[in-house]
């Protein structure tokens, strides 16, 4: 029997009385355990009579008839014990009186201390886990329990905006109409005093007679460009140059100017050898294309050539005067006022652009002028009267004017008054007066029809499409050797004999004239170390200009002391800082620049206002996309350490979006920034080397740009901040996202330059958007993320591209200011970020914002060196 019963307990040892509480049936399912939570509406929400966001709350339930209680502040798993006890609700949450766990304070409610929540006020909106109630926009109406704030009214204070620029616009012009009108009344008094047309200028010139001889070009690949040119330009003369394509015109007046360094050959300059270089203030050298700022007046552009480039002696009056009678001297009276205009905006004509072209260097009183075909794009009857006033001018102004011309009509090319006419491969065919070219060709066997233009005849000549009276088997490249021969000042018949005659020719050719390149032996050790000679050429030039401002910074800080002395012992003795010519200094053309640089940003307002409207647009676009983004804190760890496994990493996590709201901030910035950024030097290069190539310094210029700039950033920045907090539920001040937006978009602006720089302007929009999805999005220290970075064997080594980023320091900047404006406490900080980084961060974008610029201006300096001089 007991064997049988040996599974059964022994009644004996059970104790005598059974606890009263244990009930008949322990039920242990799931939906037991729910019960002891019960989802109930917090009582201050159910005793209100506003159905408006009602508030709810966990509250203590009961397990198999077992509850307990909990005082608010707290919240309580199970019953209160020493191993669990109850645990302290954080900021951020509501745990009333009996609360099992803790939930985020209501929306349209606020719980200073999580155990009470406070229906929102009015005038105040309080979205989900507040603290404190927002205040809401003035323009915004905010019944009580709201947790949303949109502020539609600021599209009135954008309307506002818009109506005061139009206004300050329109004072502008009401400003320049009363300028224009002053110059008018006083080009209009000038002419009055004069009978004749006035003289551009009138004072004593000093002569230029420019002397060269043997002026060649042979590249590191042996390729002759230019060989053996020989001449001289006289002063009050003009002198055209002809050639067909590859003839080397245009490398003709870079070896005399010295853009290009020359091979072979020397330049004398009044009878002395000396360089062109040191008067290059003296020097006016017009484009082929029309290099100008479209967007100015003829007057505005005039007038800021002559302030730039004319002497410190003259006052500002004699420079207005000046620039007024180049106005008449060119005929442009009744364009002056009128802006030079582009492909979409229409302006002056084509003739009258080619006149401002040349009245650009006129009006700085230039004693050469270089001119690269001024007739093209230009009718018959416009070409002729741009070369007649070049003739006028080099008469009456006692000039040196050389120009690059192709295919003159008869009537303009006799404005000239000598010819240098090249052929291919660079070499003389002729050079001297106009008047005696037809009678040299005819001595050489190509007599002119009389009813063709003599220019169109010699082109022809030259390019082997007119066969020659005197030989049969005539090459063109024969007409450099009669050159040559002409020159050994032959009589006329033993001239054309020892042309007809094939082995004299020769044989004169083979003792006398100078071989050409594939005819000369060459030493393979030279041509291999010539392959580097174009870099060895630009540095060279490029130390030479260090150099140069070197020298001419200490000349400057010398004569400025002596002036000062001079000043102090009131001396008459005149302080000349610039032996060639005294031009005004850094700081003047720093001014100068800047105020044209002005013109240009704040004349157009059609212009103005769709920049604005593209900031506008980016900021409501993101501020649509951001309008649900906020930050609620992480649940206590206490809720967190019972929760499943795997979705407990994800409860210890706050629900935290500020950081892509921060990203897509600082995408929209870059993207605006860079866009406008790009357009304030990429839209003027041409401009920028024509003025350089004029003595402009590069520092002034670039600092100008960057400081007329700095309105357009700030409003910008006000643009796009108010555009962005329209929906997004900011809890900071609108001051503080505004300075994060306006660093950042310095800091875009800056990128714009560089890309705009290095970049050509047909490709500069796609960089623009490439730099911007990498630095906002790659180099913003979210995707990848901060904390994996120095984990990676990939991405460590750039490790300080992630430093030099402005939108990494951006969002962490909008992180800290905005997660802090909640109150809320955080005990860890995602992504490396620090507390301390506010407000320091700020200097980290000023540092990279700097560095941005420097590398703009480094680029600017170093690239199209040869453009630039």
């Known amino acids: 029997m007991a064997d049988g019963m040996s599974g059964v307990p022994d009644l004996a040892q059970l104790p005598e009385t059974l606890p009263e509480n244990i009930p008949d049936k322990i039920d242990l399912s799931i939906s037991a355990f729910t019960k002891a939570v019960v989802y109930t509406e917090y009582y201050k929400s159910k005793n209100s009579t506003n159905n408006r966001l009602r508030c709810n709350y966990f509250k203590i339930g009961e397990v198999n008839g077992q509850t307990w209680t909990c005082p608010k502040g707290y919240y309580c798993f199970t019953k209160e014990t020493e191993d669990n006890p109850k645990v302290k609700c954080p900021k951020g949450f509501l745990c009333p009186e009996n609360s099992q766990q803790p939930t985020y304070c209501c929306a349209g409610w606020y719980c200073p201390d999580a155990s009470e929540a ?16 927002q205040t809401c926009f003035g323009l915004t109406e905010c019944p009580p329990r709201t947790d949303k704030s949109p502020k539609y009214g600021l599209l009135i204070i954008f309307l506002a905006f818009f109506v005061l620029i139009a206004l300050f616009f329109a004072y502008r012009n009401r400003k320049k109409r009363i300028r224009n009108a002053k110059y008018n009344n006083l080009l209009q008094h000038m002419m009055d005093e004069k009978d004749e047309r006035p003289e551009a200028v009138e004072i004593n010139r000093k002569k230029y007679d420019i002397e060269f001889e043997d002026l060649g070009l042979v590249l590191p690949s042996k390729v002759e460009i230019m060989r053996g040119v020989s001449g001289e330009f006289k002063s009050g003369r003009t002198c055209c140059i002809m050639g067909p394509s590859g003839a080397g015109k245009t490398t003709f007046v870079n070896l005399l100017t010295e853009k290009v360094r020359r091979t072979t050959g020397t330049i004398k300059i009044n009878g002395k050898k000396d360089s062109l270089k040191r008067y290059k203030k003296l020097i006016g050298f017009v484009p082929q294309e ?30 207005k005067e000046k620039v007024l009678e180049v106005i008449h001297f060119l005929e442009l009276d009744n364009v002056m006022n009128s802006n030079i205009g582009n492909e979409e905006e229409r302006g002056i004509s084509g003739g009258q652009r080619k006149r401002v072209n040349i009245g650009m260097e006129l009006v700085a009183d230039p004693s050469v002028l270089f001119l690269v075909e001024p007739t093209s794009g230009l009718d018959s009857t416009t070409a002729y009267e741009v070369c007649a006033l070049l003739s006028e001018i080099a008469k009456k102004q006692n000039m040196t004017i050389i120009s690059v011309i192709h295919s003159p009509s008869a009537q303009t090319f006799r404005q000239f008054d000598d010819l240098l006419l090249l052929g291919k491969g660079g070499r003389t065919v002729y050079f001297g007066p106009v008047d005696k070219a037809t009678q040299y060709f005819e001595r050489i066997g190509f007599p002119c029809p009389p009813n063709e233009n003599p220019a169109d005849f010699f082109m022809d000549v030259t390019s082997g499409k007119v066969p020659s009276s005197l030989k049969a088997d005539f090459k063109p490249s024969d007409l450099f050797d009669y050159w040559a021969l002409y020159n050994a000042n032959k009589d006329d018949e033993s001239f054309r004999i020892f042309i007809s005659s094939r082995t004299k020719y020769d044989l004169f050719k083979k003792t006398h004239l100078p071989k050409s390149a594939s005819e000369i032996k060459v030493n393979p050790l030279h041509a291999f170390f010539d392959i580097f000679r174009d870099i060895y050429d630009y540095f060279a030039d490029l130390f030479e200009e260090i150099w140069n401002n070197i020298c001419g910074f200490f000349r400057f800080i010398y004569m400025s002391i002596l002036s000062l002395i001079n000043c102090c012992i009131k001396t008459k003795q005149k302080v000349e800082f610039d032996p060639v010519r005294d031009t005004p200094n850094v700081l003047t053309v720093f001014w100068l ?4 640089a002005c013109l240009q940003i704040y004349r157009n307002l059609r212009t103005f206002f769709l920049d604005q409207v593209l900031h506008l647009g980016c900021g409501i676009f993101i501020s649509i996309a951001s309008q649900d983004f906020t930050y609620l804190p992480q649940q206590p760890k206490e809720l967190c350490n019972v ?40 839209n003027e290069k041409v401009v920028f080397w024509r003025d350089s190539s004029a003595g402009q310094p590069t520092i002034s210029y670039y600092v100008a740009k960057v400081v007329a700039d700095i309105p357009r950033i700030i409003i910008a920045a006000v643009m796009f901040t108010t555009a962005f ?13 505004f300075y994060i937006d306006l660093a950042l978009y310095a800091c875009a602006f800056s990128m714009g330059y560089f890309l705009s720089v290095i970049f050509d302007k047909k490709i500069v929009a796609l960089a623009s958007t490439g730099f911007s999805l990498a630095w906002a999005l790659v180099f913003s220290g979210i995707i990848p993320n901060l904390t994996s970075i120095p984990s990676s064997a990939i991405l460590k080594p750039i490790k300080f591209l992630w430093d030099c980023s402005a939108p990494r320091w951006a969002i962490e ?7 802090h404006a909640r109150d809320f406490e955080i005990t860890t900080y995602p992504n490396t970020y620090k507390p301390e980084t506010w407000p320091v961060g700020f200097l980290y974008i000023f540092y990279i914002t700097i560095g941005w610029n420097v590398l703009a201006y480094l680029a600017m300096k170093l690239l199209h060196r040869q453009k630039q001089k």
């Open 813 to 819: 900047l909008f992180w800290l200011v905005e997660v």
């Open 643 to 682: 929760a499943p496994l795997n979705l407990r990493n994800a409860c210890l996590e706050p629900i935290d979006y500020i950081t892509f709201a921060g990203i897509f901030v600082s995408l929209g910035i870059l993207f605006a920034g860079m866009s406008v950024g790009s357009g304030t030097f990429g």
């Open 725 to 737: 907090i329209l929906l997004f539920p900011y809890h900071s001040s609108f001051k503080y996202i």
């Open 118 to 133: 406070f229906e929102c006020p009015k005038g105040s909106w309080c979205p989900r886990g507040s603290v404190k109630p």
């Open 290 to 319: 029309d290099v100008m700022l479209r967007e100015l007046t003829v007057q505005d552009i005039l007038l800021h050539s002559a302030f730039m480039r004319l002497p410190t002696s003259w006052t500002r009056e004699q420079k």
């Open 593 to 596: 620049d800047l105020k044209r």
